[in-house]
């Protein structure tokens, strides 16, 4: 995973939490888009291609 994947979605979540700052719904809906991205990079172990090299 990449950090400028989380960087975004730590800053939201931060100046909701500590400053008070108010999040819409549709951006509460993109920190539930980046949270899913996010473990699906970091859960996914390998890719179908590494899988085919593997076997030949």
């Known amino acids: 995973m990449t950090l400028s994947l989380g960087e975004p979605l730590t800053a939201a979540i931060l100046g909701v939490f500590l400053v008070g700052e108010y999040m819409s719904p ?29 076997e030949i």
């Open 26 to 54: 549709q951006a509460w809906f993109g920190v539930i888009l980046l949270l899913g991205s996010i473990l699906i990079v970091t859960l996914k172990k390998t890719s179908p291609l590494e899988i085919e090299r593997t």
